[in-house]
């Protein structure tokens, strides 16, 4: 595999402003793939092409439709972008569709990019110095946007593409490398068969790397899969990592089933989510703003989905503002925390805003969590696993469930919980203030418990387990149980646990009951009455009668023989005894001796 690292390229602008024309011109690859697309010039779906970049850089280019009847093309190849490539005819200048792909970059998080003018062959100089003037106040539009550079170009003489080739190249060191030790997605773009191969799909690999011979899992479906090879730019690899465009041949699914908007993963622990946990960032151009109950579109990686719009206090989030929101998704998404998501109306088609995903499937009372969903979004990777493990509660943050989470690679995790203030028991992990919660709640169950059954000396660990474990993880009470057995704030009796001032509980007309049951059992010898025979002769009902015999037990005063016939457990000694006395020569001894004897 090559140790050259991945970075994709994304063009974006409007319609007829050149831009796949200027992909041709770098790459010498016409991305326009369709005979309409040829015939009409107009970009209607995301076209592919390699970009000979730095000998350590594996560049491709997505050139994506600029017409808005295809901004939902456009999104799914705004896909694993790194870089955006801004395309803006010099003779032109910002138009609408400029304006709306320039938000979309910002609102997925894209930092890095580079502005071509195109067409620069078609103006004079001070019309290009105006164009260059008006596209530095498109871009300081944003204050947190960071000055991207300016390049005049024209595909039709080629002036400006090596001065375009040297910005692309800088930006693309200088953007956020993709993780290649996380967990693998790839969202889907295109799914077709091949003769002889079967099945491939291509996208841009978001995280992780797949190999051939892995075994995948493809979503909505869920349908394993198996990697039957592997290409990058039409050549063939054992390996693919994050940052790179692939073609993935699979066996397991159609073409039908692996379409756009499906997504490839590996790790056993994604799975589909009907509800996301948002921070929702509104375009300051927003037509209207978003109402609570709203229907929307949402757009994650290369999928579409309806969702209702849930906002805090169900207050409506007005245009250039932000605010917490949940989305009731109409159909499942495959996400992971701090995912981007971009919003539109669902009528009339308007881009919005955007979201960043704070919570997978969170709790009815989401609203009591938003101060952890901004810790775990704005925070550095130690208060976002905090946030995280807190979020989870008593159920406790699995390892393998972490990096979806937390929204980052396990190496990370790691590193963040060696700083975090949280506990790891088995595989999960616990915030401080959930340890407290199931330290609380073994006393208080105890007590519960207790007074139940109030004739008992102590609780059976297993009726205590039982208990609390619909509400709190196994590994959680096993390790409360044995830090209050430690501290001496539970004391163990055998099978049972108790609380040091625990004990059985008698009403004085037991007392006396229990009193007269030991002596019935202790005058019978090794003949005792039967337990139906007590319970009549005490006139005991059989529950109050079975608590009485247990707690004799419990004393260590009797033992139960079978569950009808209890024995007094000095007569038992004393039977150990003579048995012992007639087997002291090692002689046999005739079943009439002990007959005799006993």
Known sequence: MSDRRGVVIGTAGHVDHGKTAL????????????????????????GFAPFSLAADLEAGIVDVPGHEDFLKNMLAGATGIDVLLLVIAADEGPMPQTHEHLAIARLLGISRGVVALTKRDKVDDDWLALAVETTHELMAEDQRQEAWRVVPVSATTGEGLNDLRVALEAAAKDAKVRPTDDLFRLPVDRGFSIHGTGTVVT??????????????????????????????????????????????????????????GSV?????????????????QMLPKARQPLEHGQRIRVYLGTREVMARALTFEREPIPAGSNGWAVLALESPLLARTRDRA?????????????????????????????????????????????GAVKLAGTKGLSIQDAP????????????????????????????????EMALQAVKETMRGLHENNRRATGVSKEALRSALIPN??????????????????????????????????????????????????VSGGLQPPRVTDLARDLK???PVLDDLL?????????????????????????MVVVVQDLLANRDPVPPTVFKEAL
């Open 23 to 46: 992909v041709r011109a770098l790459t010498g690859v016409e991305t326009d793939r369709w005979r309409q697309e040829r015939e009409r010039g107009l970009t209607i779906d995301i």
């Open 203 to 260: 996208g841009t690999i978001w995280s992780g790397a797949v190999r051939v011979g892995d075994s995948l899992r493809l979503f909505p479906g869920g349908e394993a899969l198996r990697v039957r090879g592997l290409q990058v730019h039409g050549d063939k690899r054992q390996e693919a990592t994050a940052g790179r465009r692939c073609a993935v041949a699979v066996v397991g699914a159609t073409p039908t089933e692996a379409e756009r």
């Open 264 to 280: 490839l993963v590996a790790d056993s622990a994604w799975c589909p989510l009907d509800r996301l946990g948002v921070r929702v």
């Open 342 to 386: 971009i919003l539109r109306f669902y009528s009339p088609l308007a881009t919005i805003g955007g979201a960043r995903i704070a919570d997978l499937d969170p709790a009815r009372s989401w609203m009591d969590h938003v101060e952890v969903w901004h810790r775990i979004l704005e925070g550095p990777n130690a208060d976002s696993f905090e």
């Open 404 to 435: 979806l989470r937390v929204g980052c690679s396990s190496v990370e995790i790691d590193q963040a919980a060696s700083r975090a203030l949280c506990e790891r028991i088995g595989k999960f992990w616990f915030s401080p203030d959930t340890m």
């Open 472 to 521: 709190y993880a196994p590994e959680l009470i096993e390790s409360a149980i044995s830090q209050l057995l430690r501290g001496g704030r539970l004391e163990e009796r055998g099978p049972l646990v108790s609380l040091p001032d625990q004990g059985a509980q008698l009403t004085q007309e037991e007392i006396e009951a229990c009193d007269g049951l030991l002596a019935m059992i």
């Open 540 to 542: 005991l009902s059989r």
């Open 550 to 574: 247990r707690l004799l037990q419990e004393q260590g005063t009797t033992k139960a023989v079978t569950p009808e016939i209890h024995v007094a457990k000095a007569e038992l000694d004393r």
